[in-house]
């Protein structure tokens, strides 16, 4: 019996990735780098997780040395301003999701590898005021020492719930996220953003365009075939 509801963030919750590459591009400027993220580029350099990671491999495979810190809190300010004035919302059937979890006494929480102050802004955006405390539990990257692939951060959320992985269902974009779930033994739902399409996602237990292909209604949860039978993967 699934108990939670386990929410990635960007590209899950919401198409943020645009915006985070415009950010970061903007901080660049600010800082007198020279670098410029097309999509293609930022496409590949997703697959390091983490800003500031990404930013320190961008600056090894260019053979330059940067204060990777400092430009990431310049990128964190410019996106969670540009978050704040509705630049972005949530993706098909999210809204609903988490209301029927809510009306079905599903419990939610969120695991992502982005910082804090991204997700607070999103949510506050997207969702309303105070809509942190629709989450239980609220794990970003800052709480981990290696972000997904790896499954720490989606550790830390079981044992804030106080539930194994066979009690949360958790919802995807990224092949990243698809393995660090499912290493904590999470049924995981994936929803391929505009930058995971064509990812390798074998091993989901459910492939689907947006969470309004679930067709979820309050009578479905939480006892719908999707979380209480085995789900057969599909395109």
Sequence with gaps: ????????????????????????????????????????????????????ERILAHAHAMGETVDAEAIHARKTRIYTERIKKGSVALRPGVAALIDHARRS???LAIGTTTSRPNVVALLAATLGPGSESLF??????????????????????????DLSGAECLCIEDS??????????????????????????????????PDLSHLKASSEQWPNSSLIDRPMASRA
């Design 136 to 161: 239980r539990s609220i794990r970003t990257g800052e709480d981990v020492r290696t972000k997904k692939p790896d499954p720490e951060v989606y550790r830390l959320v079981l044992q804030d719930l």
């Design 1 to 52: 019996m699934v108990r939670a509801v386990v929410f990635d963030v960007d590209g899950t919750l919401a198409e943020t990735e645009e915006i985070h590459r415009q950010s970061f591009n903007h901080a660049f400027r600010d800082e007198g780098l020279d670098w410029e993220w097309d999509r293609p580029l930022y496409a590949e350099l997703l697959a390091t997780t983490g800003g500031r």
């Design 175 to 208: 092949r990243n996220g698809l393995l660090a779930a499912r290493a904590t033994g999470m049924r995981t739902v994936i929803t391929p953003s505009i930058y995971s399409t064509g990812e390798d996602f074998t091993g989901a237990d459910l492939i689907i």
């Design 105 to 107: 006494g599903l419990v």
